[in-house]
């Protein structure tokens, strides 16, 4: 059952419930990346990661000039790993989530700024558990103070290892929340408040539905609300936790649209309650990233994709 386990702040807009897009502007940022994949901001917002499938290089772009973009880190060599979740450890060094068959590893890069670095010239390499999982469903979370990575949506689902500078421990489920059995993870991000955040797709006698769940730092569940959305693929707080964005295949409703979505706050017979809010319809969205309070950055498209930067007109 969800609910409250004391009392948290859940960073979302008290608005009146509506599934009309609120104005926005959608303006391609990259239209060369035809693979992106995932997307990781840097903390001073100056630049977005994307996860270039096609080559497994990782691209840096600028979000606020379109079309300028470098290659951060150099494609790997055959049969080596291959990136496939990213996350900012600090404005100078990437991390990745990255796979090579059934082997899982996190490694950190330090980038350059007006070179690539090679793949193979890894900071560090530390092991995840194996595993099969969907590399789509695979995401990596830096914490709001840098004390911790979480990545998710391997075996076991949520994996957590202390960070101490640019330094990563080992990981370990200890002090991991325990999804729900029929539950998977979707998308995860770290809250205002430094909450690791998770979404989940369960079944239910509708089909399946997605939730948003924030855990403290021992791995207790804090909120656990339905979201009314289906197919969520990737999840964003605006850096000043003024809102949270999620993109996601379709929502409840049979005549909603797949795209971008705001999770507004709102009340259900005296309950906390999440109302979807829809910002702009997106072709096939699988990655999100939010550099600045209005900006949101957003990998959409199929069978070739775009990176498009969403700027809502009125702030939330």
Known sequence: MRGVRG??????????ASLSPAAAEVRPLVSDLPRAADLAASPAGQSVACVDQASGAIVLLDPRHPGTERVAVDPPAAGQPVPVALGFVDDTVLAAVCRAGEEWSLRTWRLRADAAVEASAAMQ???????????????????????WLAVTGLDPLVVRAPLAGVSVGRFSARHCPRVAAGSLPVAAAVGPGGELVVCTAESGPDGTTDAVAYYGVDGGRLLDLGTGL??????????????????????????????????DASLEDGRQAIHPRLVAPLDEPVAVACPAPTLIVVAHGSPERVVAQVEPEVAP
């Open 7 to 16: 009392a948290v702040v859940i960073a979302v807009v008290l608005a009146a």
């Open 125 to 147: 390499t530390v092991a995840l558990p194996r595993g099969d999982g969907e590399p789509a469903a695979v995401h990596l979370v830096v914490g709001r103070a840098r004390g």
């Open 230 to 263: 289906r197919g969520i693929r990737d999840l964003a707080f605006a850096p000043d936790g003024s809102a949270v964005y999620v993109v996601a295949a379709a929502s409840g409703s049979a005549d909603a649209p797949a795209g971008l979505w705001r999770l």
